[in-house]
Nanobody, 124 residues
């Protein structure tokens, strides 16, 4: 059974940084593509970042490009989302998702496995 657990959320001032972690209880973690999504209050869940199973390719939403990075450690079964220069509009619940795939996945309906989410609040 696939289980994902996000951590690292919290309250931070605008301009600050946070690093989210997504720990996976998955056999053969290295064959799963991982994505990060977020849902802001009153809005639909949206794509944030994605990484291929090897970590060789990464993708970002335009709204976070240049501020966020995504990486993975396939030994620790963990994916990280480093968020810098945070803005109040980054406030949301952040979710990680996993899917067995050789390519990066940017669409949420293509993911079968989801974590419970972690709250990120950026104050102005």
């Amino acid at each position: 059974q696939v289980q994902l657990a996000e951590s690292g959320g919290g309250l931070v001032q605008a301009g600050g940084s946070l690093r989210l972690s997504c720990a996976a209880s998955i056999r053969a973690f290295g064959i799963y593509a991982i994505g990060w999504f977020r849902r802001a209050p009153g809005k639909e869940r949206e794509f944030v970042a994605a990484i291929t199973r090897s970590g060789g390719n990464t993708y970002f939403a335009d709204s976070v490009k240049g501020r966020f990075t995504i990486s993975r450690d396939n030994v620790k079964n963990t994916v990280y989302l480093q968020m810098n220069s945070l803005k109040p509009e980054d406030t949301a619940v952040y979710y990680c998702a996993a899917e067995m795939s050789y390519r990066a996945i940017l669409k949420e309906d293509e993911y079968d496995y989801w974590g419970q989410g972690t709250q990120v609040t950026v104050s102005s």
